[in-house]
């Protein structure tokens, strides 16, 4: 194994102290957290670890910085300090990839040109947002009085992030607060904080003012927690487990600060035998193994209609096979990584048994890959039925559950019932069949014929306990906005 010689930038970012991101400082902290290399289960290196004292000290430069420049800055100015925060991370995107390899763990090639380049066109988008963020004049029935709205951002946020996407779930939520006009807090999830640290410099470097991106890496139940229940917090947006959401609900009721919330998910995907099978197999491999399934929108309950089935099962267990799997710095460009960490690693082996306890046959993997780092084999499992833990329960793993079924209103039924409503689709001809998938599927967003696409201009989220908010699109600027209504008379 030949692994790729680290860019000079990350090797220094590595060797560096990282403190806490308050204002334009670097705050040093008494206690540090391990960054965990998952490739190899080493320390990569350890930055600062926020405690509640730092996320109070957070909240109030956040706080100072809506009183500031940023406060009073032109909507064209807003906007092309987006812009150019994104044309700083697509020219440093080697960078990017490179961080999120060594703490993810997921292939440099896929973190550099998948998460940094989409995270940097998140940002463009919404650098044309501020511009139009409009109110409305109402036509209001009393004579002589006008009404009309003005929509202004909620305050300071406090955004928590998970470790799945490091980069691209930071810029899901940081570009619309900010095309809004909020300050942020922003506490990254512990596993993976070097991306956000790194990218709250380049903010300072492209002209933001200090205090509008604080960035506070720490633990869940210290830093997150001070952050979801903190008086001076506006709003929380958050991603993780819909456990750690009830939590943040429940933490968030002091100051009734408003939340969205995007949660998890077991997303179902109907495979019918009308489908293109060569299309419907490749989108229905790459819906559960794309990042490893470590996504919330991975396609984890595959339906596969009974006629089909033999043939699709084969395919996916030899395209499982073919995988290539290694560490994030590999020279060699893998297709997966490790999983994120040890206990992970050890969750997603448990599904793995439980599932054959209960009846499920491995075609492909099934257990631990290689002596190092935390890595599962690309696990094909079928004759998986609904009542099984691996069919009810979110692995977040690389572990592809297959089911069968007979006749569509049998598929919608099971494929719904579920707690979850992030995503969910299928794979039919039968363009009449596709429009009844679209309006019986309960998810907040569904894929025909595809598995996986997302766009900054296209509403994100969930239904059910898969959370509430929409996070792209019109819908996210209003997530980031209040709205207020003043009558003249
Ligand atoms: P996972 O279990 O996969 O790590 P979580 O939902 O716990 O997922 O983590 C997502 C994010 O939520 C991380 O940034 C984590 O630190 C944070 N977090 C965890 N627990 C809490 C909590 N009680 N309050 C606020 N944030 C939390």
Request: charged share 20%; proline share 5%.
């Amino acid at each position: 194994m030949k692994l790729l010689e680290p860019h000079r930038d990350v090797s220094a970012f590595l060797a560096t102290s990282q403190g806490l991101r308050i204002a334009d400082a670097r705050v040093e902290t008494g206690a540090l957290l391990d960054v965990i290399d998952p490739s190899f289960d080493t320390l990569a290196t350890q930055v600062a670890m926020g405690s509640a004292e730092h996320i109070d000290e957070a909240v109030s430069a956040a706080r100072q910085a809506l009183a500031g420049p940023w406060g009073s800055m032109t909507a064209h100015d807003r906007g092309q300090l987006l812009w150019r925060l994104a044309d700083a991370i697509e020219a440093n995107k080697q960078i990017f990839g490179e961080l999120d390899a060594i703490d993810n763990g997921k292939p440099m090639h896929v973190a550099r040109d998948v998460d940094a380049v989409y995270s940097a066109r998140h940002f463009r988008y919404f650098a044309g947002w501020p511009s139009k963020i409009e109110g409305k004049t109402i036509p209001v029935s009393s004579p002589g009085k006008m009404n009309l709205t003005k929509v202004e951002p909620v305050g300071v946020c406090g955004l928590i992030t998970p470790w799945n996407y490091p980069t691209l779930m930071v810029a899901w939520k940081l570009a619309p607060a900010l095309a809004a006009g909020n300050t942020v807090v922003l506490k990254p999830a512990e596993q993976t904080p070097l991306t956000a640290l790194y990218l709250a410099d380049l903010a300072l470097q492209v002209g933001f003012p200090p205090g509008v991106l604080n960035v506070v890496p720490g633990l869940g139940r210290d830093a997150g927690a001070a952050l979801a229940s903190h008086p001076g917090v506006d709003k929380v947006g958050f991603t993780g487990s819909t456990e750690t959401g009830r939590r943040i609900v429940e933490s968030s009721v002091g100051n009734l600060k408003k939340v969205s919330l995007e949660l998890g998910g077991k997303a179902a995907n109907i495979l019918f035998a009308d489908a293109d099978l060569d299309k419907a197999g490749a989108g229905s491999f790459w819906a559960l193994f794309g990042n490893n399934g470590q996504s919330c929108t991975a396609g984890a309950r595959l339906f596969v209609q009974r006629s089909v089935r033999d043939q699709v099962v084969e395919r996916l267990a030899e395209m499982a096979k073919a995988l290539s799997v290694g560490p994030g710095m590999d020279a060699a460009a893998h297709d997966l990584g490790p999983v994120i960490s040890r206990p992970q690693m050890d969750k997603v082996l448990g599904y793995i048994n439980a599932g054959q306890a209960q009846g499920g046959e491995i075609v492909a993997g099934g257990g631990q890959q290689g002596e190092t780092g935390y890595f599962v084999s690309p696990t094909v499992m079928h004759s998986v039925t609904d009542d099984m833990t691996v069919a009810r329960e979110e692995i977040f793993g690389p572990v592809l559950c297959v089911l069968d079924f007979d006749d569509e209103d049998e598929a919608i039924a099971r494929a719904n019932d579920t707690d979850f409503g992030l995503a969910a689709g299928g794979w039919t001809r039968d363009l009449d069949r596709a429009m009844r998938l679209s309006s019986q599927l309960k998810a907040g967003t569904l894929w025909i014929n595809t598995w996986g696409d997302t766009d900054a201009a296209s509403p994100f989220g969930g239904m059910k306990q898969s959370g509430y908010g929409r996070e792209m699109g019109e819908e996210a600027i209003a997530l980031y906005s209040q709205t207020k209504s003043v009558w003249f008379g």
